[in-house]
Protein backbone atom coordinates (compact mmCIF):
# COMPACT_ATOMS: atom_id res chain seq x y z
CA UNK A 1 0.00 0.00 0.00
CA UNK A 2 2.86 2.63 0.86
CA UNK A 3 4.29 1.61 -2.49
CA UNK A 4 1.40 2.50 -4.42
CA UNK A 5 0.98 5.79 -3.00
CA UNK A 6 4.97 6.60 -2.89
CA UNK A 7 4.34 5.72 -6.75
CA UNK A 8 1.74 8.12 -7.36
CA UNK A 9 3.46 10.92 -5.46
CA UNK A 10 6.09 10.51 -7.74
CA UNK A 11 3.30 10.49 -10.73
CA UNK A 12 1.94 13.47 -9.62
CA UNK A 13 5.69 15.45 -9.21
CA UNK A 14 6.34 14.39 -12.78
CA UNK A 15 2.81 16.07 -14.02
CA UNK A 16 3.89 19.30 -12.30
CA UNK A 17 7.10 19.06 -14.48
CA UNK A 18 5.65 18.45 -17.62
CA UNK A 19 3.19 21.52 -16.72
CA UNK A 20 5.83 23.78 -16.16
CA UNK A 21 7.59 22.72 -19.12
CA UNK A 22 4.53 23.62 -20.92
CA UNK A 23 4.94 27.04 -19.65
CA UNK A 24 8.09 27.44 -20.39
CA UNK A 25 8.03 26.54 -24.13
CA UNK A 26 4.92 27.75 -24.84
CA UNK A 27 4.66 31.32 -22.80
CA UNK A 28 8.42 31.87 -22.35
CA UNK A 29 9.10 30.09 -25.94
CA UNK A 30 12.45 28.34 -24.37
CA UNK A 31 13.26 26.37 -27.20
CA UNK A 32 16.73 26.35 -26.32
CA UNK A 33 15.43 23.25 -23.88
CA UNK A 34 14.54 21.07 -26.71
CA UNK A 35 17.56 18.99 -27.73
CA UNK A 36 18.59 19.32 -31.11
CA UNK A 37 16.28 21.50 -32.24
CA UNK A 38 17.61 24.16 -34.79
CA UNK A 39 15.71 26.99 -34.45
CA UNK A 40 16.69 28.61 -37.81
CA UNK A 41 14.26 25.58 -39.75
CA UNK A 42 11.27 26.67 -37.91
CA UNK A 43 8.92 28.81 -39.79
CA UNK A 44 6.55 30.17 -37.23
CA UNK A 45 8.17 29.91 -33.91
CA UNK A 46 4.75 31.87 -32.59
CA UNK A 47 2.78 29.36 -33.66
CA UNK A 48 5.36 26.72 -32.55
CA UNK A 49 5.28 27.84 -29.06
CA UNK A 50 1.83 28.03 -28.89
CA UNK A 51 1.36 24.08 -30.09
CA UNK A 52 3.87 22.63 -28.12
CA UNK A 53 2.69 24.87 -24.73
CA UNK A 54 -0.95 23.47 -25.62
CA UNK A 55 0.07 20.25 -26.28
CA UNK A 56 2.26 19.63 -23.33
CA UNK A 57 -0.70 21.43 -21.15
CA UNK A 58 -3.22 18.95 -22.10
CA UNK A 59 -0.88 15.94 -21.41
CA UNK A 60 0.63 17.30 -18.09
CA UNK A 61 -3.36 18.21 -17.36
CA UNK A 62 -4.17 14.31 -17.91
CA UNK A 63 -1.41 13.00 -16.26
CA UNK A 64 -2.20 15.27 -13.42
CA UNK A 65 -5.60 13.57 -12.98
CA UNK A 66 -4.68 10.25 -13.12
CA UNK A 67 -1.81 10.52 -10.69
CA UNK A 68 -4.58 12.04 -8.14
CA UNK A 69 -6.69 9.44 -8.96
CA UNK A 70 -3.69 6.57 -7.57
CA UNK A 71 -3.92 9.09 -4.63
CA UNK A 72 -7.84 8.94 -3.84
CA UNK A 73 -7.74 4.96 -4.83
CA UNK A 74 -4.01 3.30 -3.96
CA UNK A 75 -4.99 -0.06 -4.88
CA UNK A 76 -6.22 0.94 -8.47
CA UNK A 77 -2.19 2.91 -8.76
CA UNK A 78 -0.68 -0.09 -11.03
CA UNK A 79 -3.58 0.21 -13.48
CA UNK A 80 -3.44 3.82 -13.59
CA UNK A 81 0.85 4.12 -13.77
CA UNK A 82 -0.38 1.91 -17.32
CA UNK A 83 -2.93 4.76 -17.90
CA UNK A 84 -0.67 7.55 -17.03
CA UNK A 85 2.40 5.78 -19.94
CA UNK A 86 0.02 5.51 -22.28
CA UNK A 87 -1.67 9.05 -22.24
CA UNK A 88 2.09 10.17 -21.77
CA UNK A 89 3.54 8.73 -25.34
CA UNK A 90 0.07 8.83 -27.01
CA UNK A 91 0.08 12.59 -26.21
CA UNK A 92 3.95 13.13 -27.55
CA UNK A 93 3.47 11.26 -30.75
CA UNK A 94 0.45 13.14 -31.60
CA UNK A 95 2.23 16.15 -30.41
CA UNK A 96 5.59 15.56 -32.58
CA UNK A 97 2.96 14.74 -35.69
CA UNK A 98 1.43 18.20 -35.23
CA UNK A 99 4.62 20.44 -34.83
CA UNK A 100 5.87 19.17 -38.18
CA UNK A 101 4.01 21.84 -40.05
CA UNK A 102 5.88 24.56 -38.55
CA UNK A 103 9.32 22.81 -40.12
CA UNK A 104 10.64 23.70 -43.03
Same mark, same amino acid.
Given at each position: MVSQIVAAVILVF? @? &?????? @? &????VCKEFSLIAGMDTSKVRDGDGLARRVGTGLLGIGALDLLISLAGLAIPAATPHLTVAYVAVSLGGAVVLLVRVRRYFG
Open positions: V @S &YFVLLM @S &YVLG
